[in-house]
């Protein structure tokens, strides 16, 4: 369902329910559909997907393989691999990719996590167009952003097949409980996002002088023993403090009799502090992820960064 300027506008694709079980967005993309004046922006025309309604309608975050892990090149490119999620990637590409029947330009992908990651952005790697649009949202809302690259266990991700694109994570929530504050957030972070893209389309664009990001240096998984039941869980102190920097020593794991277990970086890695963020995040334990750790920085902007979103939606 579109709503926008019509003839001439740029496609944005806002998808909502990537995994089954994170019942916010969803709820949202039902309203939107129904009121798409909501999200009218001058010179834009947005289309709303769910985008895995079978998982969606089992309440499960996916049923054969993580949707969000899918569209790494070689695996939509196998004919032999045929998992229902697989599959949908290859519809959403069709319809809506830069070159699908309903071509899109950017994508937004809404997320809600049961770590407590407030209002925030993922990135997937240093796009100018993904940089510049983060840079604006920043500028507007203040959120961080958490850079995810140079992970070869973690690659695929849905907003890496469209020209620009960014997920908008927000949490805490438990996975299927929808709520207003976490509906709120979404709405105001896409909000932002489309206003910021609006711009770009009229040429409008103005970025700050910089940007602030956390940029990811790893993954930690709890302690375990040899049949690979957990030694420990996470420490009280590390519980709902995504954002919040740990230093070597502070407490990082707990065992069953109140045993804490230090932080230490991993052999040859500079001892400074870093930032950890999806603190416990439900979804993650299969992955073997407690929570991952970033370095926090702040880049300067580079006027490429805006000329690059502006020649996107320029079209």
Not at 36 to 61: H, I, K, M, S, W
Not at 130 to 140: E, G, S, Y
Not at 179 to 185: E, F, V, Y
């Amino acid at each position: 369902m579109a709503a926008g300027t019509g003839r001439g506008s740029a496609r944005v694709l806002v998808v909502a329910g990537t995994h089954g079980n994170e019942g916010n967005a969803p709820w949202l993309l039902r309203h939107w559909q129904a009121h798409p004046e909501a999200l009218e922006r001058r010179g834009l025309e947005v289309e709303l997907v769910l985008g895995n309604p079978e998982a969606f309608a089992a309440r499960r975050r996916y049923l054969d393989r993580d949707l969000n892990r899918c569209f790494a090149a070689e695996l939509l490119a196998n004919p032999g691999c045929q998992e229902r999620e697989v599959r949908r990637a290859r519809e959403l590409l069709a319809l809506h990719g830069p070159v699908g029947e309903l071509p899109c330009a950017v994508a937004l992908d809404l997320h809600s996590t049961t770590a407590a990651m407030g209002n925030a952005l993922v990135l997937y790697g240093r796009r100018p167009t993904d940089l510049a649009l983060a840079a604006a949202i920043q500028a507007d809302l203040g959120l961080p952003i958490y850079l995810h690259e140079a992970d070869a266990a973690q690659t695929g991700f849905l907003i890496e097949r469209w020209p620009c694109g960014l997920v908008i994570e927000v949490g805490p929530v438990p996975q299927g409980v929808i709520t207003a504050q976490i509906c709120r957030q979404s709405q105001l972070a896409l909000e932002s996002a489309l206003a910021a893209l609006a711009r770009a389309r009229a040429g409008e664009l103005r970025l700050p002088a910089g940007l602030t990001v956390h940029r990811h240096l790893g993954s930690l998984d709890l302690p375990r023993g040899v049949d690979g039941a957990p030694l420990a869980c996470l420490h009280p102190e590390r519980q709902h403090r995504d954002w919040v920097p740990i230093r070597s020593g502070d407490p990082m794991f707990s065992s069953a009799d109140g045993t804490a277990v230090a932080y230490q970086p991993s052999p040859g890695a500079v001892d400074e502090p870093v930032w950890p963020v999806f603190i416990n995040e439900a979804a993650y334990g299969e992955k073997g992820i407690a929570l991952s750790l970033t370095r926090r920085e702040r880049w300067p902007i580079e006027p490429a960064w805006a000329a690059a979103l502006i020649a996107l939606m320029a079209g």
